[in-house]
C-alpha cells in the first residue's frame, strides 16, 4: 500500500476517495476510527493508501483534479 495524503476534512475525502473510485482505483482509508480514541479533536488526520501498483495512477488522477 502507498500513501496519497493525509486529511482531516471528511468532505475532502469522501471526494478524493470517490475521485479515485470513478477512475477504477480501489482506495483505504486508514485512520478513520483513531478520533474516536483522541476525542474527535481532529489532531491525526487519515490517510488515503492505494494499492502500489495503482500509486502512479492515482497521483497522476489527483494531479488533474487538483488535488495532488
Known amino acids: 500500500m502507498t500513501e496519497l495524503l493525509?486529511?482531516?476534512?471528511?468532505?475532502?475525502?469522501?471526494w478524493?476517495?470517490?475521485?479515485?473510485a470513478d477512475a477504477?482505483?480501489?482506495?483505504?482509508v486508514l485512520d478513520a476510527h483513531t478520533s474516536v480514541l483522541e476525542g474527535?479533536?481532529?489532531a491525526i488526520p487519515r490517510?488515503?493508501?492505494v494499492d502500489?501498483?495503482?500509486a502512479a495512477q492515482?497521483?497522476?488522477?489527483?494531479r488533474e483534479a487538483g488535488e495532488a
Do not use: H, Q, Y
Request: hydrophobic fraction near 55%; aromatic fraction near 0%.
Open 52 to 54: 502500489a501498483e495503482d
Open 40 to 42: 474527535s479533536i481532529g
Open 6 to 14: 493525509r486529511t482531516n476534512d471528511p468532505v475532502r475525502l469522501s
Open 58 to 62: 492515482a497521483l497522476r488522477v489527483l
Open 16 to 20: 478524493l476517495i470517490a475521485l479515485l
Open 24 to 28: 477504477g482505483i480501489e482506495a483505504v
Open 47 to 49: 490517510r488515503v493508501m
